[in-house]
């Protein structure tokens, strides 16, 4: 049985029908023939006119559009009102068929329950030009929603005969000026690391015109080490009191851990530690600060600007990232720049294949300083 079904295999007649064996047979012949009849009567009057008239028939059809290189691929209707970590779940494989298919994304109006859009900043760096609906086709009238995401898992696996299907509904969509993907109502955890390209295309931060050089650094550094943690909105957000343990984010004694193992090889001086935290209360800062409590994390600063995207792309351009499985801690990984660390909790599947940006990942529970030391330094010495 085939993973997905194309629509238009589920509606297509079969040639090998034997119509004469049905009970209407003769009901359908003679439907079919005076059909034929007032076709053909249709053709000569319409020559007739042409002759009179001594125009072109072109005169009467519509303008010809110049196809765009790459037109719109519209996921229509508003998804989620999450944040924009969570709200990747709900269209991931929009992602994955509109690359599939030669398009350009582009995500109907939808503000999240904080107070931003998170379409508006998903749209923002999207290369498309106005939307022609010339010829706007229903991604529903080729691909049945029952099929899609076996699909869609089968492209990001790199099937063969997926791929080979995908290109047989690129054909029927060919003449398409835009391409209108339905409203629909999915959750879609892993699979990140099949859209990681766009998703960098859409919201990592440009390259930098003076580059900073890649870890291992020579030693002793020549610039600051740059390590950031994210804790979680929903881990903070809600209290005046620092939680003992977190949801989604990193445990505060492993981040404790690796900071102090880090400033213990670079120095102190030499390693400059963020932490990434929404809307936290002073008396949370407060407690983070406390050398007991905080487990020695301070000095630090606060990363939390008021605009996600900003602080998003802040976090994510930092040497060394310790982060948990929440979506926005998964989402920094897969737009932070190449040649740093990721070191981050992991029991789900949410960072799987994320290791294709040409960043290290390690999960937390195989994290040791030696391996740090490794990815920090190469092979010079640490400080004694």
């Not at 009901?27 to 053709?43: D, H, P, Q, Y």
């Not at 709200?87 to 109006?109: G, N, P, Q």
């Not at 996600?308 to 920094?332: C, K, M, R, Y």
Request: charged letters at 20%.
């Amino acid at each position: 049985m085939a993973i997905y079904q194309p629509l238009y295999q589920l509606i297509s007649s079969n040639p090998n029908e034997d119509v004469s064996a049905t009970p209407k047979a003769g009901s359908r012949r003679k439907l079919v023939l005076g059909l034929r009849i007032a076709l053909a009567a249709v053709v000569v009057l319409s020559v007739g006119v042409w002759l009179m008239n001594g125009t072109s028939s072109s005169a009467a059809t519509l303008p010809q559009k110049s196809r765009p290189s790459k037109r719109v691929y519209l996921r229509a209707g508003g998804l989620t009102r999450e944040g924009l970590g969570s709200y990747f779940h709900h269209f991931k494989t929009s992602i994955v068929l509109s690359r599939a298919l030669d398009s350009e994304l582009v995500l109907a109006f939808t503000e999240s329950d904080h107070h931003y859009s998170t379409s508006d900043i998903l749209n923002f760096n999207a290369p498309v030009p106005p939307m022609d609906t010339t010829k706007a086709c229903s991604l529903t009238d080729y691909i049945a929603n029952e099929g899609r995401e076996g699909l869609v898992r089968a492209l990001c696996a790199g099937n063969p005969q997926a791929e080979k299907d995908i290109n047989d509904i690129k054909d029927y969509l060919a003449d398409c000026t835009s391409i209108i993907d339905p409203p629909r109502r999915y959750t879609t955890q892993d699979l990140n690391g099949c859209i990681a390209e766009w998703t960098r295309e859409r919201l990592a931060l440009p390259p930098p015109s003076s580059p900073i050089a890649p870890l291992p650094l020579c030693f002793p550094p020549s610039r600051p080490i740059t390590i950031a943690a994210h804790i979680r909105w929903g881990d903070t957000g809600h209290s005046d009191t620092l939680p003992t343990h977190f949801r989604g984010s990193m445990p505060l004694p492993a981040i404790a851990g690796v900071v102090s193992d880090l400033r213990a090889l670079a120095g102190e001086a030499n390693v400059k530690l963020t932490l990434a935290i929404e809307s936290a209360s002073p008396s949370i800062i407060g407690q983070l600060n406390d050398p007991e409590v905080g487990m020695g994390l301070a000095p630090f600063e606060i990363l939390d600007t008021g605009e996600p995207w900003a602080d998003l792309q802040q976090l994510s351009n930092h040497d060394i990232l310790l982060l948990g499985e929440s979506s926005s801690g998964v989402l920094a990984h897969m737009i932070a720049p190449a040649g740093g660390l990721t070191i981050a909790e992991m029991d789900g599947h949410k960072y799987d294949n994320t290791s294709d940006i040409g960043r290290a990942l390690l999960r937390i529970n195989d994290y040791n300083p030696e391996w740090l030391r490794r990815q920090v330094f190469g092979e010079f010495e640490a400080v004694d």
